[in-house]
């Protein structure tokens, strides 16, 4: 039980992210852990945070949906929550992939108003609507509550019931142009180290992470949210364009692609970074995709496509699916991506920019609970 219960939260670790390109909503864990009607178990749980997400991915129709989470720090400690979940929770703090703040305040706000992502919780914002306008629009904030199925979302504010992103603020763009260093030793989200010597230097510019979260500008000057402290400018921001997979007719994954980072998309690609089909791919398709079967580049903000598989692929112009239209990709064969250009390594298994990419077919559901699918109804009450 107890080694099921850590594959779950295994899963969930590969849907918490600060990445400002992939994120998909903002929630305080706090808040989360606490909605007990959802499966009427313990006080608090970090299966819930599963729950909403699987919520999430249900009502975009999307799979492998992340949200960007704001952590109280108390929550390291929370008594409530297991001595397995409050470890893996500050597991997730040290990786950065959580913001971990003394005070989160409206940093939740801050967040969906500089990213333009909507907002899930059960507050009611409607006072705050004056600060920030995009909370009166539909699908901007969200109350996850129980369901026949699962968390379904209702609106306080707003109306609506699909979680709706909205563009990034003015400042948002502009902090977001930058990479910034936090001076603080071994700062997760920020980098850290800048001071003690060459080799301190050396590891701090290795630690700055390629995808950082946005500063808060509470203070009026970028700031890093966890230790409060003034960021320096690290110059500017690589591009990035958002690449989504779509297989069988449903995206199953977003994934960030930089100047400075190719990426391997394959059944199994090697190495870190890369993104593996072969949990979605029946078997005749693992034969054919080979372990890594193309390579994105980005170019000066355009998308580069290599083949590097054994069978090759093809790309679809402007997403067209007229068989006569579709354009052979031989192996080592390269091409750059025109708009609505989608790259088929196999019939049905797509990949193009997240733009161009919706989901066509029927969700079926790869749920992060899928490991243990009736636990949280089963959890101990204590
Ligand atoms: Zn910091």
New binding site residues.
């Given amino acids: 039980m107890r080694f099921e219960i850590s594959k779950v939260l295994d899963a969930i670790e590969g849907r918490v992210c600060t990445d400002p390109s992939l994120a998909r909503a903002v929630v305080d864990l706090a808040e989360v852990i606490r909605w007990q009607n959802l499966d009427g178990g313990r006080p608090a749980s970090l299966l819930r945070l599963g729950m909403v997400i699987d919520a999430l991915s249900r009502q975009i129709g999307e799979d492998s949906v992340p949200v960007y989470a704001i952590v109280h720090r108390a929550l390291l400690s929370d008594a409530d929550l297991t001595s397995n979940e409050r470890m893996v929770v500050r597991r997730w703090a040290d990786d950065g992939l959580v913001e971990v703040l003394d005070q989160p305040g409206d940093r939740m706000l801050e967040v969906a108003d500089l990213l333009g992502l909507p907002v899930l919780t059960r507050a009611r914002l409607d006072g705050l609507v004056g600060r920030y306008p995009w909370i009166g629009q539909a699908g901007r904030v969200l109350a996850p509550v129980p369901g026949a199925g699962g968390p379904v979302f209702i609106a306080h504010v707003g109306g609506g019931q699909d979680p709706a992103t909205g563009s990034r603020s003015p400042a948002g763009v502009k902090v977001l142009s930058r990479k910034w260093r936090?001076p603080?030793p071994g700062?997760a989200?920020?980098g850290g180290g800048g001071s003690g010597g060459a080799f301190a230097d050396l590891a701090a510019v290795d630690r700055v992470p390629a995808e950082q979260p946005p500063p808060t500008l509470r203070t009026g000057a970028p700031t890093?949210p966890?230790?409060g402290?003034r960021l320096s400018d690290a110059g500017p921001r690589p591009r990035t364009a958002v690449l989504a997979v779509r297989i069988g007719g449903l995206v199953r994954k977003r994934f960030a692609l930089t100047e400075t980072e190719p990426v391997a998309v394959g059944r199994a690609p090697d190495g870190p970074g890369g993104v593996t089909l072969g949990q979605w791919l029946n078997d005749e398709a693992r034969r054919w995709i080979s372990r890594s079967h193309i390579r994105l580049e980005l170019r000066v903000g355009e998308v580069v496509v290599t083949d590097t598989s054994t069978n090759g692929s093809g790309v679809r112009p402007g997403g067209s699916m007229a068989e006569h239209e579709r354009l052979a990709l031989a192996p080592q064969q390269s091409r750059v991506l025109a708009e609505g250009d989608l790259i088929e390594l196999y019939p049905g298994v797509q990949v193009g920019r997240a733009d161009d990419m919706s989901s066509d077919a029927k969700y079926t559901p790869n749920s992060v609970m899928a490991e243990a699918p009736t636990m949280a109804m089963r959890l101990p009450r204590q």
Wanted: proline share 0%; hydrophobic share 35%.
């Fill in positions: 936090c603080e700062c989200l920020f890093c966890r230790h402290a």
